[in-house]
Every structure is written in C-alpha cells, then in structure tokens.
C-alpha cells in the first residue's frame, strides 16, 4: 500500500501557481500511489458544495483522472475548509471524513491522522471559536446564505484571523505536547499539518510525530518565464516507511 499525504494548500483563485502545484503533484503520482489523503485547509476558504466557480474545473477534472485510475482520495477537515461536504467529493469519486481524527494501520504500524488544530490546546481563544462556528445549526445557517454574502464573511473572517495571530505567541498556536502524547498512546505515529512547521519529532519511546508543512510560492521569479514557483513538505509512506518529502513546484 502506497499513501501520500498532504495538507495545507491553502488554494485560491488569488493564487494559481499553488493550484498548478497541485495539479503538477496529482499528474506525477499518477497509478504511483493507491491513497491520497488530504488533511484539511485544502482551500483558504470552501464557501460551501453550491460553489461551481470556474477555477475549480481544472481541479476536479484533475481529480476524476487521478480517481479512476483507481487511486482513493479522502479529504479531512482543516479549520478553513470545514464547510466542505461529500456533495463535493463526489464529484470526482472522493470521500470525506467526518471524524477529526482517524488511525490507519500500514505494515503493522497504527497511524492517527488529524489536521493539528484539536492539538494547539493552549490556544484557548480558537478552541472556544472552533466549537461555536463548528456547530452544525452555525453551518448551515452559513450555508443558507448567498454565496455572494458567504464571500464577504470569509473575507472579514480571514482579516480577523490574520489579525488574532499576529497579537498570539508561537508557543501558544503550537502543538500541546500533552494533547500528543494521548494522540499517541495506542499508536505508533501521528501525522498532521496546520501549524506550518514540518518535521519528524521523534521520542524515547520509538514513537513519532511527523508534520507536514504547508505549500508555499516562492519570492523569487523565474527571469526565463516570469514565474513564480513554489514548495512544500509532503509525506509518503510505502515500503521503505514514513519519510517526508519536498515537493517543488
């Protein structure tokens, strides 16, 4: 069994060269792997299944290529896109989640996977947030709205999240190492994105914390093409284990 997994694309209209990556990543793998798991903030903001803007076109005709060729494709909630539904999904043979936190078992090793965000137990603030605007009554009153009303709102949500982060600590808007060590006391691993700091955390008793890193454009512009390119930290687990892997785009 052959499992990629990625989180925290952050994808936008406003950005296509991070699309383009995506799309780029799902051409190379390709019949290479037999899973693709999504773990959350896919998109900077998923207004809700009743969005058929144009941009999304390339990305689920890109998606129904890479589903049937056999390949499954899960998606995880992430605290930007959490309004993101199976109605979706299924345009291109995909399944969602509900559960925040899963396990997966790969050669004998037990897997839990998460976003992150249920991890950042110190950031009091967002937890409080996270559990009103989660609220199913909260969600689809959202999604009753105008999709054009839903815009302004992710907007003016986004300027404040922007705005909140700045005023908090790194420490407070990391992982509780409490909250993981009972993430991992019956598994083997924990993987997850959200907080933007890839690495493999490994501890005395053999057990591991891999973080996947968000997909970031570079600063710099091709002076060939006019480009912008781009990178992030990626994972994949096949026969020679867990490693993470930078994807450049």
């Given at each position: 069994?052959?499992?990629l997994f990625i989180a925290d694309l952050h994808l936008s209209p406003k950005h296509p060269r991070l699309v383009r990556g995506f799309l780029d990543l799902l051409a190379h793998y390709q019949s290479h792997v037999n899973q693709l798991y999504i773990?959350?903030?896919?998109?900077?903001?998923?207004?809700?299944?009743d969005d058929h803007s144009q941009w999304l076109d390339d990305i689920v005709h890109a998606l129904q290529v890479f589903s049937n060729d056999g390949t499954e494709i899960f998606f995880m909630h992430g605290n930007r896109d959490f309004a993101l539904g199976?109605?979706?999904?299924?345009?291109?043979?995909?399944?969602?989640i509900t559960k925040e936190r899963i396990t997966i078992e790969n050669a004998g090793q037990r897997i839990v996977l998460e976003h992150g965000d249920a991890l950042c137990t110190d950031d009091i603030s967002?937890?409080?947030?996270k559990k009103i605007i989660r609220n199913p009554l909260i969600i689809n009153s959202l999604l009753y709205l105008p999709l054009s009303l839903r815009r302004k709102v992710a907007q003016q949500a986004r300027q404040k999240s922007k705005a909140s982060h700045q005023r908090k600590s790194a420490y407070i808007m990391d992982?509780?190492?409490q909250a993981v060590a009972r993430a991992l006391v019956s598994n083997d691993?924990?993987?997850?994105?959200?907080?933007?700091?890839?690495?493999?955390h490994e501890y005395s008793n053999g057990k591991k914390r891999?973080?996947?890193g968000d997909w970031r454009e570079s600063e710099a512009t091709d002076s060939t093409t006019g480009s912008t390119n781009g990178s992030a930290m990626i994972a994949l687990l096949?026969?020679?284990?867990?490693q993470l892997i930078e994807w450049k785009f």
């Open positions: 069994m052959r499992q773990l959350g903030d896919w998109f900077e903001a998923w207004l809700g299944d199976q109605q979706f999904m299924s345009r291109f043979g995909g399944q969602l967002y937890q409080r947030f992982v509780n190492e691993i924990l993987l997850h994105g959200h907080t933007h700091r890839p690495a493999i891999v973080v996947l096949n026969e020679q284990g867990l």
